[in-house]
């Protein structure tokens, strides 16, 4: 069944801001940024750049009408810099003229002057410095200190795991519109379109009401357009509201890859403690998280660290702490996974150098530690449905593993410059914002009189699919054709007050809440049917294909008629619904509580093979059992686990960023940051569904897809050790992300000992 | 600013206009004629988002090819059909579309026109489908969305609705088999009928554009203030032997060289070597000329021909000079050449004797990025004695690099293992590379190392043993 978005895609048809047609004497705006990332601004001159002719104006934070602040859990961030700049790429002025061209031109001539200051890019250095977001925050459970003296294995070691671009494809913008009343109309590509109105609002110094947000889809996100599409609506608005003329601005992506935050850099330290039979008594981490300059999302991010920091596992004794440093980088924030993977990568290192010092294989451990029912989590949640060890056990027998393992032994030892390796990763991601107050949402949903609907939702369209999946609930509750049902753009005029689309939520909170308004508008459409044909038992009437039957016959309404018969007896044809996830709840004094609806659980099996030679790899295969729950839409959610694990990888192997220690991003462009292309994808995907898996929280049982499966991609990370490791014993592994080309050669020949000298050490033994 | 007149198909219609010859297609198709299927993602050939088709009457037909519309100068379409993606839509979906749409191998959309031209394009210039060449026609179009499986998926279904399909007219199959649309048919006549305004390059500038691949991505606001000289307009692009000598166009393109039976004589890995270099779409438009003269020291055409001992004709439209590929480079980006000057053909000695060739490159990404090492080497033995050996190498040094010491050193001595480490310890200390966004100098260092024992390996593997080697 194809995907009504994307038959408007294939044909190139689908419309994405840059894409609409301007209203006439519309303005363009590029934004001028801070060429230092941390100074303080002695001099700044417009005057050369306000001669450039077609130059409507430049604006600075003097001409802010409202507040010049933007922070959304923290008001630490201004819209534009006032003194001092703190991270290369901060907005400092918007110049404004009557083309693109001309607005780059100008901002070419304006001219500053800062005095440096020394900026900090690693977190454990502003730890040092005392430069945090927030205080650190510590989740723990059972008594950590005293079990390491019980434990027969103790190991230690420091992980570094990078960022990662967003690459987005289309890159952030938006359009603003004067309206009458002195309000604005936004197009923005946000994942928040309450955030951009609120932000806008405060900044423009209007009331939410004359602040209009709409999103008709984006060309991609990933967390990056949850609060950074925020800054540009923004200025967009500001400069339409002082010109009072429609103003476009769309990101260069030089200037969206410099100036936007990433998923956060960590610097981790732990220990971690097994008993003989390998069960993992304590585990103590540390996390230091780059935040960059403000604080954005990340105390949430960090947060969702924590509560991953034991991924699959139980763990009875735990302590982690998680420290939000604040560094001269852009502001680090929301990507796929929210901190989840980061939290992953660690404890996935912990086992897997356990396992070499132990010497036996890391999924032993991993298997043996599997979360069980009823298992509890450090912060206090019970465990419920567990599908851990079922994916765990189904990947192993669908793809027999122990084949693959003979495979890649036999391999390796017939070979001498290519070697092959296998991981496990498993996968228990929870789902809900952790921030309980934001698991609501509402729907709207109108029946027209010909019997076409439209619904919409605080849902965005990003390419996951939601929308697909709105139009997937509506028809199936109304029993009508899919071309019947019209997801409408996200509004704010429409649905109010929403929460973003993140944190894989969107189709779970929106689709509850649409389930809500269709079966009210179902309900009454049932009792006008009883009416209509004077039925005494509402209970037996049945909406199916387009039919209305009552005890399973066909009546002489359909669908049509009865809409049409509806509205001529005065019934109304919409509903607004709205919904809010029952059971969660979390304590941030006490950090325990119950803060998940539910989890996602799978297991990836990862094959790689290195090529000891050049120092570079191939990702043979990736096979995943994955747990969906029962899925509303299958083609959508095979292609969020596909391009989950293919984005996972990206992360763990070829995308690099690289600063300098001034801050300044060297990966600055697409010739230099490479995400995967076709032939970095795995040579061989398979994904199964598992099979029993409901959720009641979801709808039609259906569970949340879109993060949860990145992080398989982090098998790809340890597939990749364990080849090196069977090229080169020797090796002292680095737990450091991403595993580059290069990583790879300098670990295949760090201390390796060549044919001859292993000779010469045999023979001097022997003699 | 400098405006000339370009005529040219755009989809149906026929372009007449005024406009600056440097402007890119892209701004010409989304700005001014708002065709909004084709996006803009990076603006420097890196992702295939803007890709169009281009395509050019020859004497029996309109052979297509992909071109990043973002990089490609406007006056290069001059007498051409550009195809963007409303120029093959269809009232209903076209097969590859319909297929693209069953498989779901589109999420958000942004990339899925670029993937469509790229696929459209294969199928037009392909008659023998094979799931290996569809995925190399599409492997200039990043998804960062997909994860590519459903993508590949529909390529094999669309090859296999189409296999098993000859005919003496492709235009006309794929029409009928509702691929690109009925108009199709008649562009062969329409465009002969376009005049070309071929060498109005009046002004003498000395900014000269090929393919215009690299100038885009370096300074594409400078270009649309200055006059330049379009050197695609002086046929420059062929390849053929004179006796002993291979005389290459510097107009040549990337494919070309790679499709070219000549070389592949004497490189019989061409093709896929090539592979390794940019994507198709780059490797459309980028040529040798400019390859060459950008300087760059990883170019990877460079570090090929410069193995292969090759001279460069210089020429300033006047007068001609042949010099030394190898002695073309003075010093970062600084070559021999005066400012008029532009390198008009590459002349290649078909080696005589045993001669072995073999290019190895090394990359953050294996495919579409840039080398953080490359080398080739070009071998004379006589048994197992070398007589004569050109390694060069890229990325280690500020220019591309001839390993004159190390070759020195090499000739006539015996392949073997000792020879290489030793020659291995003299080549350390002709390389000088950087730490920069590519690899540590210290990698550098290690990996040039290990291209040249992949090229021994590689060409002599009864001499060399795998497990003495590492
Ligand atoms: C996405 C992408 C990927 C790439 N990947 C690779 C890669 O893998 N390997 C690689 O080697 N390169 C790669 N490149 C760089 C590639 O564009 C150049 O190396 C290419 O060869 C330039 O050719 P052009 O004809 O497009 O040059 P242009 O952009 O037209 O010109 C480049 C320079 O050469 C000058 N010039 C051009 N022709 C001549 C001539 N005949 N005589 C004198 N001067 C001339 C121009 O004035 C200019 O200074 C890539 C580029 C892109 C955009
Ligand atoms: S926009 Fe990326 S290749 Fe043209
Ligand atoms: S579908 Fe989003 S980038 Fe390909």
């Known amino acids: 069944m194809k995907s009504s978005d994307v038959i408007k895609h294939v044909k190139g048809e689908s419309i994405f801001v840059d894409d609409m047609p301007v209203p006439q004497g519309t303005l363009y705006a590029s934004v001028f940024d801070s060429k230092i990332a941390h100074g303080k601004i002695t001099k700044l001159d417009l005057s050369e750049a306000l001669k450039v002719p077609g130059v409507v104006r430049i604006i600075t934070y003097k001409d802010i009408p409202g507040e010049n602040q933007i922070g959304n859990i923290i008001p630490d961030e201004h819209l534009l810099a006032v003194d001092t700049v703190e991270f290369i790429g901060e907005p400092i002025a918007i110049v404004i003229a009557e083309t693109e061209m001309i607005a780059k031109k100008a901002k070419s001539k304006i001219k500053i002057e800062y005095e440096e200051l020394t900026p900090i890019t690693d977190p454990r250095d502003a730890y040092e410095k005392g430069s945090l977001i927030i205080p650190p925050r510590i989740f723990s459970m059972g008594d950590v200190e005293n079990s390491f003296t019980g434990c027969e294995y103790i190991i230690e070691d420091r992980v570094e795991i990078s960022g990662q671009e967003h690459l987005y494809l289309e890159t952030q913008g938006a359009v603003a519109v004067p309206v009458e009343g002195s309000g604005i109309k936004i197009y923005s590509s946000t994942q928040g379109p309450t955030a951009v109105q609120s932000t806008a609002a405060k900044v423009l110094n209007l009331k939410m009401h004359q602040v209009e947000v709409d999103v008709l889809r984006l060309g991609g996100a990933f967390g990056g357009k949850e609060d950074q599409a925020t800054p540009w609506a923004v200025m967009a608005a500001l400069g339409a509201k002082l010109t009072n003329k429609p103003v476009k601005l769309i990101l260069h992506r030089h200037d969206d890859l410099r100036m936007t935050g990433k998923r956060h850099p960590y610097s981790a330290d732990y220990k971690i403690g097994l008993s003989k039979d390998y069960k993992i008594l304590a585990y103590e981490v540390t996390f230091y998280q780059n935040a960059g300059a403000a604080a954005d999302l990340s105390p949430a991010v960090l947060e969702r660290t924590l509560f991953h920091t034991t991924n699959s596992y139980f763990i009875p004794n735990v302590k982690a702490t998680a420290i939000s440093c604040k560094t001269n980088l852009p502001p680090n924030t929301a990507f796929r996974g929210f901190g989840g993977p980061q939290g992953m990568f660690v404890i996935e290192s912990a086992i897997h150098k356990a396992a070499l010092s132990i010497g036996i294989e890391p999924y032993i451990i991993q298997k043996k530690n599997l979360l069980v029912e009823g298992s509890k989590f450090y912060y206090g949640q019970i465990a419920k449905r567990v599908n851990a060890s079922k994916c765990w056990n189904e990947a192993v027998t669908r793809y027999s593993f122990d084949s693959i393992k003979n495979s890649v032994e036999e391999f390796n030892s017939k070979n001498i410059l290519k070697k092959k390796g296998i991981s496990f990763m498993p996968v228990c991601f929870g789902i809900s914002f952790t921030n309980t107050m934001m698991n609501q949402a509402s729907a709207l949903v109108h029946i027209y009189t010909d019997g076409s609907v439209s619904v919409s939702t605080a849902a965005v369209e990003m390419g996951q699919g939601v929308n697909e999946k709105m139009i997937n609930i509506a028809s199936k509750v109304f029993s009508i054709d899919k071309v019947k049902v019209k997801v409408e753009s996200t509004n704010t005029t429409r649905v109010a007050n929403t929460s973003p689309t993140a944190a894989s939520s969107a189709a779970d909170l929106n689709g509850n809440a649409l389930l809500f308004a269709c079966n009210s508008l179902l309900a009454r459409l049932k009792k006008h049917v009883a009416e209509l044909l004077k039925l005494d038992d509402e209970k037996n009437i049945e909406l199916v294909d387009g039919k209305i039957l009552y005890n399973e016959n066909e009546t002489e309404l359909d669908w049509n008629k009865l809409i049409r018969s509806a509205n001529q007896h005065r019934i109304s044809l919409t509903a607004q619904a709205f919904y809010a996830t029952p059971d969660i709840h979390f304590d941030k004094k006490k950090e325990q509580g119950h803060p998940f609806a539910y989890h996602v659980y799978g297991t990836a099996i990862t094959e790689v093979t290195v090529d000891c030679l050049r120092g570079t790899y191939e990702i043979d295969s990736v096979k995943v059992v994955h747990d969906y729950g029962k899925t509303l839409n299958h083609a959508i959610d095979l292609g969020q686990v596909e391009g989950g694990i293919v984005q996972g990888i990206g992360w763990m192997t070829v995308e690099e960023l690289v600063q300098d220690s001034k801050g300044r991003l060297n990966s600055n462009s697409l010739s230099t940051y490479k995400v995967p292309d076709i032939y970095s994808a795995p040579k061989k995907l398979e994904t199964y569904f598992l099979e029993d898996s409901e959720n009641p929280y979801g709808p039609f049982k259906s569970k949340a897809v879109g993060e949860p499966p990145l992080m398989y991609g982090i098998g790809a990370f340890f597939a990749i050790s364990n080849a090196v490791k069977a090229f080169n014993p020797y090796v002292d592994l680095k737990y450091s992300s991403p595993f580059t080309h290069e990583k790879t050669l300098m670990q295949l020949y760090q201390g390796r000992k060549t044919e001859k000298e292993r000779s010469k050490i045999t023979s001097s033994e022997i003699g | ?470």
């Open chain 2, 1 to 470: 600013m400098n405006k000339r007149k370009v005529q040219f198909l755009l989809n149906n219609t026929l372009i007449s206009s005024e406009v600056n010859p440097s402007l890119p297609l892209l701004d010409f198709i989304r700005k001014e004629k708002h065709l909004t299927g084709t996006k803009e993602v990076c603006k420097e050939g890196d992702c295939g988002a803007c890709t169009v088709l281009l395509g050019t009457l020859t004497k029996n037909s309109v052979v297509y090819k992909t071109i990043t519309s973002c990089i490609y100068p406007i006056a290069n379409c001059s007498g051409k059909h550009v195809v963007t993606i409303e120029g093959i839509n269809k009232e209903d979906l076209l097969l590859q579309q319909e297929i693209f749409a069953d498989e779901n191998a589109s999420q958000c959309g942004f990339c899925t026109p670029g993937f469509l031209m790229s696929v459209t394009c294969y199928l037009l210039n392909n008659t023998d489908y094979k799931i290996e060449d569809a995925i190399n026609a599409v492997g200039g179009n990043i998804c960062r969305c997909t994860g590519y499986h459903s993508i590949i998926r529909a390529l094999n279904n669309i090859i296999y609705e189409l296999k098993n399909n000859s005919s003496n007219d492709r235009v006309q199959l794929l029409v009928a088999k509702n691929v690109i649309p009925d108009y199709f048919k008649e562009i062969k006549e329409r465009l002969s009928t376009i005049q070309s305004d071929k060498k109005v390059n009046t002004e003498k500038s000395s900014l000269f554009i090929s393919g215009g691949s690299d100038l885009f991505v370096q300074k594409p606001d400078m270009l649309l203030e200055e006059e330049a000289q379009f050197l695609l307009e002086y046929d420059l692009s062929y390849i053929y032997q004179n006796y002993d000598t291979i005389i290459i166009g510097s107009g040549t393109t990337f494919e070309e060289i790679k499709q070219s039976p000549i070389l592949s004589k004497v490189i019989p890995t061409i093709k896929n070597d090539i592979d390794l270099v940019a994507s198709l779409p780059i490797r459309n438009s980028a040529t040798i000329g400019g390859n060459l003269t950008n300087a760059s020291p990883i170019g990877d055409l460079t570090i090929i021909l410069m193995a292969l001992n090759s001279e460069l004709v210089l020429t300033d439209g006047i007068n001609e000079r042949i010099i030394k590929l190898s002695d073309f480079y003075l010093d970062y980006k600084k070559l021999i050449k005066t400012n008029d000057e532009y390198i008009k053909e590459v002349l290649i000695q078909v080696p005589k004797g045993e001669l072995k060739f073999s290019f190895e490159k090394v990359s953050k990404r294996t495919y579409l990025d840039i080398a953080s090492v490359n080398s080739a080497m070009l071998i004379e033995v006589d048994g197992n004695k070398i007589i004569n050996i050109f390694i060069s190498a890229g990325g280690v040094a500020p220019v591309p690099k001839l390993l004159k010491e190390t070759n020195q050193y090499f000739i006539g001595k015996d392949i073997s293992i000792d020879t290489i480490d030793s020659a291995l310890a003299v080549m350390q200390t002709e390389i000088s590379p950087i730490s920069d966004v590519r690899g540590s100098a210290e990698y550098k260092k290690i990996l040039l190392g290990q291209l040249v024992k992949a090229h021994f390996l590689k060409l002599f593997p009864q001499l060399i043993n795998e497990k003495e080697i590492v």
